[in-house]
């Protein structure tokens, strides 16, 4: 049992291209999460799915688009990096069923533009 | 809009001592609170959930508690351990997505 794993582990792009990054999971959640992670800033929710084919804008969407085609799959894309986007980003997902579901979360990708 | 609050940013302890980690939010309209360890590099382990009509969970060493009327839970660490030097983070949850605070730096010293 994998639990959330996310590809890559490392990049590093140059300003203005793009690439995606995979989060799987295998615990049949319905929901799954990007969070990107900056120093003294706790994480942030990027993106959110609450079920195959469903995505929605988190706390701060910007520079990113998500895809959900399969229950076990939530993809980040970033269409054109900036440095402002150098972080490190987790993937994280749960059951349904609201307060008594806990999230898991994957190892994170940790991603520097230059 | 949730903001949740972490203080201190940073704590050092002896070994062997009883310890508390706040963690304070906005909105008390929550559904739930999690408690996550997060060691350099690596991703957040969850340590505790308490549902928004629960007081506490406890968990080996562990006891979270859970005020809503105040915006506020506690993280206490019985006996710290050198190993249980880590970041603790909280985050608050709604029906759909988690706000997060910073984190506690926990260094534990032998």
């Known amino acids: 049992n994998a639990g959330v794993t996310q590809t890559p582990k490392f990049r590093v792009l140059k300003t203005g291209q793009s690439m995606t990054l995979l989060c799987a999971q295998d615990?049949?959640?319905?929901?799954m999460y990007w969070y990107r992670q900056d120093p003294g800033m706790g994480l942030r929710l990027i993106h959110y799915s609450v079920g195959e084919g469903t995505t929605a804008k988190g706390e701060v969407p910007d520079g990113y688009n998500v895809s959900r085609l399969k229950k076990q799959n939530f993809l980040l894309g970033l269409e054109s990096a900036a440095p402002s986007q150098t972080s490190v980003y987790f993937c994280a997902s749960r059951a349904s069923g609201g307060a008594l579901q806990e999230q898991f979360f994957g190892p994170g990708t940790r991603l520097t533009v230059l | 809009k949730q903001e949740v609050t972490q203080i201190p940013a940073a704590l050092s302890v002896p070994e062997g001592e009883n310890l508390v980690l706040n963690c304070s939010f906005t909105?008390?309209?929550?559904?739930?609170l999690q408690w996550f360890r997060q060691d350099p590099g690596k991703g957040l382990t969850s340590l505790l959930l308490i549902q928004s009509s629960q007081r506490e969970q406890t968990s080996g060493r562990l006891n979270a508690s859970l005020d809503k009327s105040s915006g506020r839970s506690t993280l206490y660490i019985a006996a710290s351990q050198p190993g249980d030097s880590a970041t603790y983070l909280c985050a608050v949850g709604n029906n759909n997505d988690m706000r997060f605070g910073a984190g506690t730096r926990l260094t534990v010293k032998p």
């Open positions: 615990m049949n959640h319905e929901y």
């Open positions: 909105d008390s309209a929550i559904y739930n």
